[in-house]
């Protein structure tokens, strides 16, 4: 039975174009009953919203865990530099974690996120992953360079998203980036079994290219000065993507992050070998840590399927989808809301698979709806 109907200017429905004079309607059961230009319902008042509606975010990029280390990590340092500060900040207490966590996943739900793919290493996100209105899907993951672990590694993996499962949370092992996994733990990651979807920091800085390309570079450097024995370490002479893709199987979804240093060549290669590539651009975190951006009109050109994701409070000031759409409007004029809000929606729910249920407007999902009016951007509070 419909119980609201909702009209406003612009009708971005993330499937199809957007609509003039749109609307929505609404059951008993916040699920999607029409949408069109003339809906009627005896007894039913029209809603109007100056402005636009959307359907909610999906932050496909994020690491709640970081949450308590906002403000703590130096800007512009380079992909390096960030790495080594996070290892030299002093672990905080279990409490301010926690309420770090839950203010996070509360930020995120008042600037309109309703799906989350939120990468841990730990267990510290339990409790509010559990509490929240947000969807998680966790990404367990893993480090480790030095192959004589690989095993023991994969283990902690799997023990750890069993607890995952033992919560009732969705979670998948993946491989954390081309410079930190050995290639016998990528082997590792990709035999499991139910293991989908697969997301993985890709081409975040030059020296990881570099560092496939030649063996040489900062990236090297940075793990020499760790202790690891980089010797044996399989110099590939192609850029990180097109060394490491064909390690990880390509009949699951695999979301790429930041692809700051891709080039044109890389995606057209990635995509004749892997047919469910999502690209996820963070650009908030990638200003904060390289203070550069993607070329991402070169993915657009190539008609590949993005996404938007925040990274963490570790390399960024707030978690919200909006705001990483206000940077790219700012640094790529060019770019139309509309194609945003398919990355922002759509995109990251078909990622996570969880497109029944969210990502556009259309009959039968929830109606999870963001309201832009002028500038600033609103959740609708349905009950
Ligand atoms: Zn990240």
């Given at each position: 039975?419909?119980?609201?109907?909702?009209?406003?200017?612009?009708?971005?429905?993330s499937?199809?174009?957007?609509?003039?004079?749109?609307?929505?309607?609404?059951d008993?059961?916040?699920?999607?009953?029409?949408?069109?230009?003339?809906?009627r319902?005896?007894?039913?008042a029209?809603?109007?919203?100056?402005?636009?509606?959307?359907?909610?975010?999906?932050?496909?990029?994020?690491?709640?865990?970081?949450?308590?280390l906002?403000?703590?990590?130096?800007?512009?340092?380079?992909?390096?530099?960030?790495?080594?500060?996070?290892?030299?900040?002093?672990?905080?207490?279990?409490?301010?974690i926690?309420e770090?966590?839950?203010?996070?996943?509360?930020?995120m739900?008042?600037?309109g996120?309703?799906?989350v793919?939120?990468?841990?290493?730990?267990?510290?996100?339990f409790?509010?992953?559990?509490q929240?209105?947000?969807?998680?899907?966790?990404?367990?993951?893993?480090?480790?360079?030095?192959?004589?672990?690989?095993?023991?590694?994969l283990?902690?993996?799997k023990?750890?998203?069993?607890?995952?499962?033992?919560?009732?949370?969705?979670?998948?092992?993946?491989?954390?980036?081309?410079?930190?996994?050995?290639?016998?733990?990528f082997?590792?990651?990709?035999?499991?079994q139910?293991?989908?979807?697969?997301s993985?920091h890709?081409?975040e800085?030059?020296?990881e290219?570099?560092?496939?390309?030649?063996?040489?570079?900062?990236?090297?450097?940075?793990?020499?000065s760790?202790?690891?024995?980089?010797?044996?370490?399989?110099?590939?002479?192609?850029?990180s993507?097109?060394?490491?893709?064909?390690?990880?199987?390509?009949?699951?979804?695999?979301?790429?992050?930041?692809?700051?240093?891709?080039?044109?060549?890389?995606?057209e290669?990635?995509?004749?070998?892997?047919?469910?590539?999502?690209?996820?651009?963070?650009?908030?975190?990638?200003?904060?840590?390289?203070n550069?951006?993607?070329?991402?009109?070169?993915?657009?050109?190539?008609?590949?399927?993005?996404?938007?994701?925040?990274d963490?409070?570790?390399?960024?000031d707030s978690?919200?989808?909006?705001?990483?759409?206000a940077t790219i409007q700012?640094?790529?004029?060019?770019?139309?809301?509309?194609?945003?809000?398919?990355?922002?929606t759509?995109?990251?729910?078909?990622?996570l698979?969880?497109?029944?249920?969210?990502?556009?407007?259309?009959?039968?999902?929830?109606?999870?709806v963001?309201?832009?009016?002028?500038?600033g951007l609103?959740?609708?509070?349905?009950?």
């Amino acid at each position: 039975m419909v119980q609201r109907i909702l009209k406003t200017d612009i009708l971005y429905t993330s499937a199809g174009r957007p609509i003039e004079n749109g609307m929505l309607a609404i059951d008993e059961h916040d699920r999607i009953v029409s949408v069109g230009t003339s809906l009627r319902e005896e007894g039913v008042a029209i809603e109007y919203f100056k402005g636009a509606l959307c359907p909610g975010f999906v932050n496909t990029h994020c690491h709640l865990e970081l949450s308590h280390l906002v403000g703590q990590v130096t800007k512009e340092t380079g992909l390096n530099g960030f790495i080594q500060e996070l290892q030299k900040l002093r672990a905080a207490k279990e409490i301010e974690i926690q309420e770090a966590i839950k203010e996070a996943d509360r930020k995120m739900s008042s600037s309109g996120i309703v799906a989350v793919g939120d990468i841990s290493n730990g267990n510290s996100t339990f409790e509010t992953k559990q509490q929240s209105s947000i969807q998680y899907h966790t990404f367990v993951e893993l480090f480790g360079f030095d192959k004589s672990q690989a095993d023991s590694i994969l283990e902690r993996g799997k023990q750890l998203k069993t607890q995952y499962a033992n919560h009732q949370l969705a979670a998948s092992i993946i491989p954390h980036s081309p410079y930190s996994v050995s290639r016998e733990l990528f082997e590792l990651i990709s035999q499991q079994q139910n293991n989908t979807p697969l997301s993985i920091h890709n081409q975040e800085t030059e020296a990881e290219n570099e560092m496939y390309q030649t063996g040489k570079g900062k990236m090297i450097e940075m793990l020499q000065s760790f202790g690891l024995d980089t010797s044996t370490f399989e110099v590939r002479g192609k850029t990180s993507l097109l060394s490491y893709l064909s390690l990880l199987p390509s009949d699951s979804p695999l979301l790429l992050v930041h692809n700051t240093f891709t080039s044109k060549e890389d995606i057209e290669v990635a995509e004749s070998i892997h047919n469910q590539l999502f690209w996820c651009f963070c650009p908030k975190a990638n200003l904060y840590i390289e203070n550069r951006l993607p070329n991402i009109l070169q993915f657009i050109e190539a008609g590949v399927k993005c996404t938007l994701g925040t990274d963490s409070l570790a390399s960024n000031d707030s978690l919200s989808i909006w705001e990483e759409i206000a940077t790219i409007q700012e640094h790529y004029p060019d770019i139309v809301l509309e194609t945003l809000l398919e990355w922002a929606t759509i995109n990251g729910a078909q990622f996570l698979g969880i497109e029944k249920d969210y990502g556009s407007f259309e009959v039968g999902k929830r109606a999870a709806v963001n309201w832009i009016n002028g500038g600033g951007l609103t959740p609708l509070v349905l009950k």
